[in-house]
């Protein structure tokens, strides 16, 4: 009887688990685009659970069509110029720029990539991400080529380590960055399928 409760409580934790999380997370984000409801007057603000996600969108793809055309880009230019003589503006949004145009660069191979090393020492492998090549200084003081590596800790993959690793000692991985992520955040249960055949076993020593 005793197992078979055990048996039972695992099996509801395995259903309510992950989808309570999937609704908090939902819910925390569809909180957070709901505040664009707030460049509305109070007294034309209508009470319609949703709509700040709706209006988000909206407000996101009209900057965007407005920032591709010529005179946008102006604009846009314009108040970066402004910007970047507030002395503690223009660091703070000078690096979340460059993060962003990092990222979402179609050109980028930020977090696109996940890897293997060697880390934190020789024989001990991490599953990593890829986020860049390194340039000037960083690259001309090391002798072999690096690569900037960011290694998530578990569970939290939203903190982690950055190390500049030789790219002859990385292993590019065939899985995803979904399935890495996964295999981060689950402690290493969630594994990938396999996409390469099991090897054949070593013939018996005689």
């Known amino acids: 009887m005793t197992l078979l409760l055990r ?3 695992i ?4 259903v309510w688990l992950p989808l309570g999380v999937t609704l908090l997370v939902i819910r925390f984000v569809v909180g957070l685009l709901d505040t664009s409801l707030l460049l509305i007057p109070p007294a034309f603000r209508p009470e319609i659970p949703g709509l700040g996600v709706l209006l988000s969108i909206v ?3 009209g900057t965007g069509a407005i920032a591709a055309n010529y005179v946008g880009k102006r604009f846009v230019l314009w108040t970066e110029a402004l910007l970047a003589r507030i002395p503690l503006v223009r ?6 720029k460059k993060l962003a145009e990092t990222i979402f660069s179609d050109q980028s191979v930020s977090f696109r990539q996940p890897i293997l090393i060697e880390y ?3 024989g001990i492998w ?3 991400f890829l986020t860049g090549s390194p340039i000037g200084e960083v690259q001309d003081k090391t002798a072999d080529h690096v ?3 960011f290694v998530p800790t578990t569970p939290n993959p939203t903190s982690g380590f950055i190390v500049l690793v030789p790219e002859k000692d990385v292993i590019r991985l065939k899985m995803s960055v979904e399935e890495a992520m996964r295999l981060v955040i689950s402690l290493g249960v969630v594994t990938p399928e396999r996409t390469d055949p099991p090897a054949d076993p070593p013939p018996p020593t005689p």
């Open 120 to 122: 934190p020492r020789k």
């Open 91 to 96: 660091t703070v949004y000078g690096g979340m």
């Open 126 to 128: 991490s599953v990593a």
């Open 11 to 14: 099996a509801g934790l395995l």
């Open 147 to 149: 690569l900037t590596c």
């Open 59 to 61: 407000l996101v793809l």
């Open 7 to 9: 048996r039972w409580l």
